[in-house]
C-alpha cells in the first residue's frame, strides 16, 4: 500500500494536469481586459499582428468559400469564426517550429507564408499537397482524421533525438479526439516527454456529431491527465487568450517540459463543407448566438478602445485583405494545364511493370484524343 505522503503528492501532481473549470480568457467578449494573476496578455504588437492575421484570414476563407461555389475547387471547409483560434495558435510557432494542420486549417498555413494557391492546391484537387512541406515547416494537410497526430510526434521526437530545438504544433478537431491515432499520440508523446503542443479546435461538432455525443468527460482537456500530460481548456475566440496558451506550451516544450493538449473553444459558423447541410443539425438561433461573439469584432474593439487601432487603419487592412483576395481569384481563375506523367513519375523510384503499363495507356489515350 502506498503511503499517505506517497499518495498526497501524486494527488497534488495529478491536480498539475487538470484544466480549469472557465476557459482561460485575457479579453472577454465585451472586448474588456480580464484580470488574470497566472497569464500575461500580448504585446500591443503582437496584439495587431493577431488582428491582421484574422482579418487577412477571413478574406482568404470568404474567397476560398467563393471559389467553391463558382466550381474552382472542390470542396472547401471553411473556418469561418475559428480565426482566433487559427492565427492566436499559428502565431505562437517560431520559425524552426513544425506546423501539422488538418483539413479545415487553410487559414494558419496562409498565416505560416505558405502561398494562398498552394494551400488550395488540395483542395482543388491537383495535388495531394501544393506546397513543400520543409520549406515552411507546415506538413500536408490531413483530411484522414487524427492520422497526422502520430506523424508529429514522430517528427517532434526525431528532431529532439538530433539535438534540435524544435517543437511541433498539431491541430485538432473536436470529433478526431475520439480517434483511436488521438489516443495513441497523446500517450506516447507524453511517454517520450516528446515537444508536441496538441491543439484541439472544439467547434462544437463533428460533422453533425455534438460534442455531447462525442464524449462524457467535463471537457476534451480533462484527456491529459488520462495520458499523464497537463490539459489546459481556453476560449477560442480570445485570440491574446490562445496565443498566450499556445506560446507557453512551446515554451514549456522547447525546454524539456514535454507535451501539452489545449482545448480551445470556438464554434464553426459555416456548415460543415459546402456539400453539408447544416440546417438538419443545428438551428440558426445557436449560429446567430455565435456571431455575436465574433472573435475578429472583439479584439477590434478592445485595440480601438485603447487607441491602437483607428478607423483609417481598419479601412486600410479591409483594402489589403480585398486585394489579396482579388489576387487569389484572378491566380485560381486561370485553368491549370494537366500533365498525365504526373500520375505516376511520383509513385516509385523505379516504375512498376503495372505502372508502366498503366502509363502507356493513358499516353495512347491522350495520343488518339488528340488526333
Known amino acids: 500500500m502506498p503511503s499517505r505522503t506517497a499518495a498526497t503528492q501524486a494527488g497534488t501532481a495529478a491536480q498539475g494536469l487538470l484544466p480549469t473549470d472557465v476557459p482561460i480568457s485575457l479579453i472577454d467578449a465585451d472586448a474588456r481586459a480580464c484580470s488574470d494573476d497566472d497569464w500575461k496578455m500580448p504585446d500591443e504588437l503582437r496584439l495587431l499582428k493577431l ?5 487577412l484570414g477571413r478574406r482568404f476563407d470568404s474567397q476560398a468559400t467563393a471559389l467553391t461555389k463558382q466550381g474552382r475547387l472542390a470542396v472547401y471547409p471553411s473556418a469561418r469564426g475559428q480565426e482566433a483560434s487559427e492565427i492566436g495558435a499559428v502565431l505562437a510557432l517560431r520559425p524552426h517550429d513544425w506546423l501539422f494542420p488538418t483539413y479545415r486549417d487553410s487559414v ?6 505558405v502561398d494562398p494557391v498552394e494551400v488550395l492546391t488540395l483542395l482543388r484537387g491537383s495535388w495531394h499537397c501544393g506546397y513543400d512541406p ?3 515547416r507546415v506538413a500536408p494537410q490531413c483530411t484522414p482524421l487524427a492520422t497526422s497526430a502520430l506523424h508529429a510526434v514522430g517528427l517532434a521526437q526525431a528532431a529532439r533525438m538530433k539535438g534540435e530545438d524544435t517543437v511541433v504544433l498539431v491541430m485538432l478537431g473536436d470529433g478526431a479526439t475520439s480517434e483511436g491515432d488521438t489516443s495513441e499520440a497523446l500517450n506516447i508523446a507524453a511517454v517520450w516527454n516528446a515537444p508536441v503542443v496538441f491543439f484541439v479546435q472544439n467547434n462544437g461538432y463533428a460533422i453533425s456529431v455534438p460534442l455531447a455525443k462525442q464524449t462524457a468527460a467535463p471537457s476534451l482537456a480533462h484527456r ?3 495520458f499523464g500530460l497537463p490539459g489546459l481548456r481556453v476560449d477560442g475566440n480570445d485570440a491574446a487568450a490562445v496565443h498566450a496558451c499556445v506560446s507557453r506550451a512551446i515554451e514549456r516544450a522547447s525546454a524539456g517540459g514535454g507535451p501539452t493538449l489545449i482545448e480551445s473553444m470556438t ?6 463543407t459546402n456539400a453539408d ?4 443539425y443545428r438551428d440558426q438561433h445557436e449560429v446567430e448566438q455565435w456571431l455575436a461573439r465574433d472573435p475578429i469584432t472583439r479584439l477590434r474593439r478592445y485595440l480601438l478602445d485603447r487607441k491602437l487601432l483607428d478607423e483609417s487603419k481598419i479601412d486600410a487592412l479591409d483594402a489589403e485583405a480585398d486585394t489579396a483576395a482579388a489576387q487569389l481569384r484572378e491566380r485560381m481563375n486561370a485553368d491549370v494545364p494537366a500533365d498525365p506523367d504526373e500520375l505516376f513519375k511520383d509513385v516509385y523510384a523505379e516504375p512498376t511493370t503495372a505502372l508502366r503499363r498503366q502509363r502507356a495507356m493513358i499516353d495512347a489515350e491522350c495520343r488518339a484524343g488528340a488526333a
Do not use: L, P, S
Request: no cysteine; glycine share 14%.
Open 51 to 55: 488582428y491582421r492575421g484574422m482579418v
Open 108 to 113: 494558419a498555413i496562409t498565416a505560416r507564408g
Open 134 to 136: 520543409y520549406e515552411h
Open 224 to 226: 491529459g491527465i488520462g
Open 267 to 272: 464554434y464553426r459558423i459555416e456548415a460543415h
Open 277 to 280: 447541410d447544416a440546417t438538419r
